[in-house]
């Protein structure tokens, strides 16, 4: 196992202990992510954990669930969850971050915004004082309106690029059937504002901006892990 890999692991491991018995939770998308998972099947086959079900953000995590035998229901039965794990791409010491590398950003929010509790998980790689640094921002877009949207996006002060898949032509479609544009800021002075800026573009579906979601963060280091909680300008904002 990679040190990386190992990290991440340690992270995954704190979050799944905050999962009781009975809970509905939020299952994220990623190789972190997929570190809970795999924690999570662990528990239910030994025993420790029972009675408990999962809302999967991507059709890969569902996938992944199933493999462990994770029962699996959805926001339709359960419209508030619990609680919600999910790795990130980028955290500032606020607790807000961008996400989207995996392409899950839309169910991923959607997910976070029904959670009660709202944990992110990351390697200690994946901190930054300010978001967006070495960092592009996923913003998922409908097809239709690829081109205006992505100059809009542009004249917002970013380098934006169509996503492609690997291994065959094409642009990489999401499970909702949509683009990606990985808008590059560099380092973005008021994600507030850039969010709200995003949203107004017709044809914007979603950002990778998860502003005032997290409650908790778990980051693994090199055999440790740190406890972060988010500050009160993050709460009061996310409640305005």
């Not at 005032?212 to 904002?237: C, E, F, H, Q, W």
Request: glycine share 10%.
């Amino acid at each position: 196992m990679s040190s990386n890999t190992a990290a991440k692991r340690r992270a995954a491991f704190r979050a799944v202990k905050h999962i009781e018995n009975g809970m509905i939770i939020g299952i994220g998308s990623g190789s972190t992510a997929l570190q809970a998972i795999k924690m999570i099947g662990e528990l239910l086959d030994s025993g420790e954990l029972y009675d408990i079900m999962g809302v999967p953000t991507s059709t890969q995590t569902m996938f992944e669930s199933i493999k462990v035998k994770i029962p699996l229901t959805t926001l339709d039965e359960h419209p508030q969850l619990d609680l919600g794990i999910d790795g990130a791409d980028q955290i500032d010491s606020k607790l807000n971050a961008i996400k989207g590398g995996g392409g899950a950003l839309f169910k991923e929010k959607i997910v976070a915004a029904a959670c009660k509790e709202y944990i992110l998980i990351a390697d200690n790689t994946k901190i930054a004082d300010t978001l967006g640094l070495d960092q592009a921002l996923p913003v998922e877009i409908h097809p239709f309106a690829l081109t205006p949207a992505m100059k809009a996006i542009e004249k917002l002060g970013s380098k934006a690029t169509l996503r492609m898949t690997g291994g065959k032509l094409g642009p990489l479609v999401t499970d909702n059937g949509n683009y990606l544009i990985d808008a590059d800021f560099g380092p973005i002075a008021d994600p507030w504002w850039l969010e709200q800026q995003l949203h107004s573009i017709p044809g914007v579906i979603e950002t990778g901006l998860f502003l005032g979601y997290a409650n908790l963060a778990y980051i693994g280091g090199k055999g440790s892990v740190k406890r972060l909680k988010p500050s009160i300008d993050t709460v009061l904002k996310k409640n305005r």
